[in-house]
T-cell receptor, first 109, second 115 residues
């Protein structure tokens, strides 16, 4: 079983829609969680950290569910500029970073 | 956010030559840096973890004698692709970890083409 599993999509949504991605992880001892965004042919950029209490940054909300071992990213009021690949990252003991394969999002006008 | 630079951003080399890629954390110290490779339309693949002052830890299947990593200071790690071959052509990305937050900050990547 992979350390981190993520639905690759693609997700094609109209502008203004709300879209959510989930990412499951296998190691219950995982410590830290992040969502990154990667545009085509560019490096990943940190979108947001995921805290136990959940966190919100504008149209983006990230949540952690330790009991079910998944993290989620919710994007409200999608913009064309949100089109990208979204990567989840899970950090285990010893600073082991595990990346999901990424979820492709295309926002359609 | 923190800044990580990578140099060169793009390189073309002939088969059999070696290429060195530098990764620098510009505004924070990074005891741990990571090197990734990414093929078109595929996810990042971790190649190795670079720890300042010690040997790098390579992922399974990554040849340590081919991909030499040196992390001599808290702000610089280098990856040398030795005796490059066309199949080594890829997008190489480094990242530096902020040890306080565990957040990784990525360099802009180096596109290597071996002819």
């Amino acid at each position: 079983r992979k350390e981190v599993e993520q639905d690759p999509g693609p997700f094609n949504v109209p502008e203004g829609a709300t879209v959510a991605f989930n990412c499951t992880y296998s190691n219950s001892a995982s410590q830290s969680f992040f969502w990154y965004r990667q545009d085509c042919r560019k490096e990943p950029k940190l979108l947001m950290s995921v805290y136990s209490s959940g966190n919100e940054d504008g149209r983006f909300t990230a949540q952690l569910n330790r009991a079910s071992q998944y993290i989620s990213l919710l994007i409200r009021d999608s913009k064309l500029s949100d089109s990208a690949t979204y990567l989840c990252v899970v950090v285990g003991w010893g600073n082991q970073f595990y990346f999901g394969t990424g979820t492709s999002l295309t926002v359609i006008p | 956010g923190a800044v990580v630079s990578q140099h060169p951003s793009w390189v073309i080399c002939k088969s059999g030559t070696s290429v060195k890629i530098e990764c620098r954390s510009l505004d924070f110290q990074a005891t741990t840096m990571f090197w990734y490779r990414q093929f078109p339309k595929q996810s990042l693949m971790l190649m190795a973890t670079s720890n300042e002052g010690s040997k790098a830890t390579y992922e399974q299947g990554v040849e340590k004698d081919k991909f030499l990593i040196n992390h001599a200071s808290l702000t610089l790690s280098t990856l040398t692709v030795t005796s490059a071959h066309p199949e080594d052509s890829s997008f190489y990305i480094c990242s530096a970890m902020d040890s306080r937050s565990y957040e990784q900050y990525f360099g802009p990547g180096t596109r290597l083409t071996v002819t």
